[in-house]
């Protein structure tokens, strides 16, 4: 036997304070370790089971209909719009980050008539802004918004959105990929239909499960749909039947990943929930003071600011890639740069599930003391 001429995986200690992925919890990686056993194995079945009850205490719902999607956030944030559209519905997106152009591409590829709503980069929207929208559009059933917006670090207020959606028997698709696991989702309470999320953000994990829930009125509209759902993967009407008793194969569940999303929960429910949104909102806190101690300005009103993802902006006449660079060659810190409007405008700072810790707020600052 020869060795191969490929060398091995070896790749640099970095750390991951950027928008995704975020660095995974070592326990979570212990995890995924775990010698594979069936997809249809009993014990395996009762991980399912207590991890569709972990799910939903993360999630904060009673939904039945409470799973994780095999595959990162864009498959979750697909199956959302997959499974609640058929051609020629109407539905409103909010679109305030690049994030809302990747719903609005979704929801057109599925037939949908798509009525967008815009504020800058940054911004949030008003109730106001929606109800307005929803009376220039009376047909519209289906409300798509970003909570978590991680190409611009704003946090969507949604309980007044959806107030206004559900008085008009209309349906909330509400995007939590940076906000589960980091900040508070509130699914039954604020009452979003269909709420999805990813691993790799604030949730410790790698990208590849990612959770979704439908309430069981998205379910009943999903039942009454006149056409199949128009993606075979992602159909919850055939996953749900493998998450349910009756344990239908559909596709054979991504064991390993599934471990990792098991244990990334238990984590959750152990650090406790309130807990675990204080940890994430005090090392924001000390990185935007730190932030704004050496002289720069952040990119997000405070009132709307993420603690998951910050956006500061590039002081005048800096090299905004050769300090990102220098972060990563130098340093082994990622961070990221802007993106559509605010490419070259701004770096994005991530400080999600294990990544949010003091010391690597204290490390970044030091290290951008260094090179500014
Ligand atoms: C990262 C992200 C996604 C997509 O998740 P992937 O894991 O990259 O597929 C969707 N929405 C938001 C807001 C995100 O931050």
């Not at 909330?172 to 979003?192: C, F, K, N, Q």
């Not at 990102?324 to 060659?329: D, I």
Request: aromatic share 6%; proline share 6%.
């Amino acid at each position: 036997m020869s060795v191969s001429p490929f060398p091995e995986i070896n790749v640099s200690p970095r750390i991951l304070l950027g928008p995704g992925p975020s660095m995974a919890d070592p326990r979570v990686l212990k995890a995924m370790s775990t010698p594979l056993i069936g997809h249809l194995d009993p014990e395996f079945l009762v991980l399912m089971n207590n991890m569709q009850a972990m799910l939903k205490q993360v999630m904060q719902t009673e939904n039945p209909i409470t799973l994780a999607i095999a595959g990162t956030g864009s498959a979750s944030m697909e199956a959302a719009f997959a499974n609640m559209l058929e051609p020629d519905d109407e539905i409103l997106i909010c679109i305030n980050g690049y994030f809302g152009h990747r719903m609005v591409d979704m929801a057109q590829r599925y037939g949908a008539v798509v009525h967008t709503l815009s504020v800058p980069w940054g911004e949030v929207f008003q109730p106001q802004q929606i109800e307005d929208a929803l009376r220039a559009h009376p047909n519209v059933r289906i409300v798509a918004v970003v909570h978590a917006e991680t190409s611009t670090g704003a946090r969507q207020p949604l309980d007044e959105i959806a107030q206004l959606i559900h008085a008009r028997d209309g349906y909330l698709i509400g995007d939590t990929v940076t906000s589960l696991g980091g900040v508070a989702v509130r699914v039954d309470e604020v009452g979003i239909d269909v709420c999805y999320s990813g691993g790799q953000k604030a949730l410790s994990c790698p990208p590849g499960a990612s959770p979704i829930t439908f309430s069981p009125r998205a379910i009943e509209r999903i039942k009454a749909r006149q056409n199949k759902v128009a993606n075979w993967y992602l159909d919850v009407t055939m996953i749900g039947s493998y998450w349910g008793s009756e344990r239908t194969y559909h596709h054979t569940a991504p064991i390993s990943m599934n471990y990792a999303l098991y244990e990334s929960l238990r984590l959750i429910l152990e650090e406790g929930l309130e807990n675990r949104w204080q940890r994430h909102r005090e090392n924001a806190q000390h990185l935007w003071a730190g932030l704004e101690s050496l002289g720069m300005t952040l990119h997000v009103h405070e009132d709307y600011r993420l603690p998951t993802l910050t956006t500061v902006r590039i002081p005048e006449g800096v090299d905004e890639l050769a300090v990102r660079k220098a972060l990563l060659n130098d340093y082994n810190i990622e961070i990221g740069g802007g993106l559509g409007e605010l490419k070259g405008k701004v770096w994005r700072i991530g400080l999600m599930g294990f990544s949010s810790r003091r010391e690597n707020v204290a490390l970044l600052l030091k290290a951008l003391q260094e090179l500014l």
